[in-house]
């Protein structure tokens, strides 16, 4: 679509960047800016009653709606679009406003897109953290539901429901601490490094800061303009995350197609013509979402790479809608594979007898063999040949006695020796016994919960110490603009 009294770059770049970046900058624009207005009185850099009359128009412009903004080329972009509509709200030509001294657009779109992405991130975090209770819940759950593991999609050894659900809950727990780490380190600010060399006014940058819930200022100013680690690492963290889950949802396909699990209801979709399909294809959904991530991610990348180490917007302006969507996508990601998890239930799971069956308890009858004093090597030839003569189940006393003789020239195998292995192979249930802390046993699965469950925990409640410093900012501006604005 095209607008008569465009030209031809504000139609094809300015205007599309603009209704991309208006609704996500506009309102922290407007938030950073009064606390630069508060630190420019309270410096005494600006008079009283300009300030207060700047704060007057600010608190005006959080009535906006940025969404509904029409970009009809009057001004360059967002930044100049606050400027225009708060000398509006102030009933003064734009010429008189003071509200970019000492502050360029460089660390203004710095600054607030840190602000941004740290309320996305912490809804990413957020979503995370209740998939991962629902993951804990649910292996702990199923500590003793007995499946069969598989490696290189061949069935290889008995474990349990909960115990590979607490291995992705650990993922979780690892991937929470992560975003933590990365809230820490978006959480600094670069306001008041103006273009990038700073200023000889006498600012107070920690004041912004504060006011505006940073822990901290960016230690170098040119840094703080130009620098994109923090930009990398959330759309670095976002593909990897989803990768790992989207390796979860594949194997969740087969479970449901064994009939393993169960399919929740609201998560599936049925066929146009096949009466009795119920399709989960939302587990499609989460792999084609890793997918789309792993590519915003390559842009980024990409983007950043194509940079000078000076302002540029392929590291800024350029990368800005690729990790918003990121984020957004890394938010319904954990929302609904939690969902998904909170829903699933055990079906029809294997069998012992299946399980013997597809011969995953091999490794356990060796194991048997080794306790008794045979080589790992012998005890594992030992158990292929029987194997390979047949199935477990048809396994007897003397083909193992046989089988023992023949291939690792052990004449005398004890009676205590036959009966461990033959267990070992034709009761898979007994992995729930396995002792090993990290293990499928029972116990252990459990012990795993506990522990990850205070591994989570402790990254939630450090963060949410995080929001509530952004509350107290966001009361200590609000308290600060009020004052100001009366005078």
């Known amino acids: 679509m095209t607008h ?37 009185a309270e410096q005494k850099l600006v008079p009283a009653e300009a300030a ?51 502050r360029s657009r460089n660390d203004l779109d710095a600054g607030v897109f840190r602000m941004v992405l740290r ?33 290189h999609r061949r069935p290889a050894q008995p474990t349990s429901i909960g115990h590979v659900l607490a291995g992705y809950a650990e993922a979780l727990a690892g991937q929470a601490a992560a975003y933590a780490g990365l809230l820490a380190e978006m959480n600094r600010s670069p306001l008041g490094s103006c273009a990038f060399a700073g200023t000889d006014l006498a600012i107070d940058s920690h004041r912004v800061a504060a006011l505006l819930g940073f822990d901290e200022v960016v230690v170098n100013s040119y840094e703080a303009v130009v620098g994109a680690d923090h930009l990398m690492r959330t759309a670095a963290l976002n593909a990897q995350a989803l990768a790992t889950g989207a390796r979860v949802a594949r194997t969740l396909m087969d479970w449901l197609t064994w009939e393993w699990v169960r399919t929740p209801e609201e998560f599936t979709q049925g066929s146009s013509i096949m009466p009795q399909k119920r399709n989960p294809v939302v587990l499609e959904h989460l792999v084609s979402m890793a997918g789309a ?3 915003d991610a390559a842009s980024v990348y990409n983007n950043v790479g194509a940079a000078w180490w000076e302002d540029s917007n392929n590291a800024t302006t350029d990368v800005q809608v690729r990790l918003w969507e990121s984020n957004d996508r890394a938010y319904r990601f954990f929302a609904l594979l939690g969902g998904l998890f909170e829903r699933l239930e055990p079906l029809r799971t294997p069998s012992g007898e299946a399980i013997v069956a597809t011969g995953a308890t091999t490794t356990a009858a060796a ?26 189940a048809t396994w007897t006393d003397a083909d193992v006695r046989e089988a023992a003789r023949t291939i690792a020239g052990v004449d005398s195998l004890d009676d205590a020796a036959v009966r461990d292995l033959l267990a070992a192979a034709l009761r898979p249930e007994l992995v729930l016994r396995r002792a090993q802390p990290d293990g499928p046993g029972e116990a252990a699965v459990r012990a795993q919960v506990t522990r990850l469950r205070s591994s989570l925990e402790a990254t939630l409640a450090g963060v949410g110490e995080l929001r509530q410093r952004l509350r107290d900012a966001d009361a200590e501006l609000a308290t600060a603009v009020a004052e100001r604005a009366a005078q």
């Open 119 to 151: 309320d996305q991130l912490l809804g990413v975090l957020a979503a995370l953290g209740d998939a991962g209770a629902v993951l804990l819940d649910r292996a702990d759950r199923y500590a003793d539901v007995v499946v069969v593991g598989y490696t």
């Open 52 to 102: 207060a009359q700047m704060l007057r128009g600010l608190v005006t412009l959080r009535k906006d709606r940025p969404e509904t903004f029409d970009y009809d080329g009057s001004v360059e972009d967002v930044y100049y679009t606050l400027e225009k509509r708060l000398a509006e709200a102030c009933g003064i030509p734009t010429g008189q406003l003071s509200v970019q001294l000492a």
């Open 293 to 295: 991530t792993a590519a």
């Open 367 to 392: 194991d048997a063999l080794t306790r008794h004093g045979l080589p790992f090597r012998a005890a594992h030839s030992v158990v292929g040949h029987l194997v390979r003569s047949g199935p477990p």
């Open 4 to 40: 008569p009294t465009l030209t031809t770059y504000q139609q094809h770049h300015l205007r599309v960047v603009f209704e991309h970046h208006a609704a996500h900058l506009y309102g922290p624009m407007v938030k950073a800016s009064e606390a630069h207005v508060v630190m420019l």
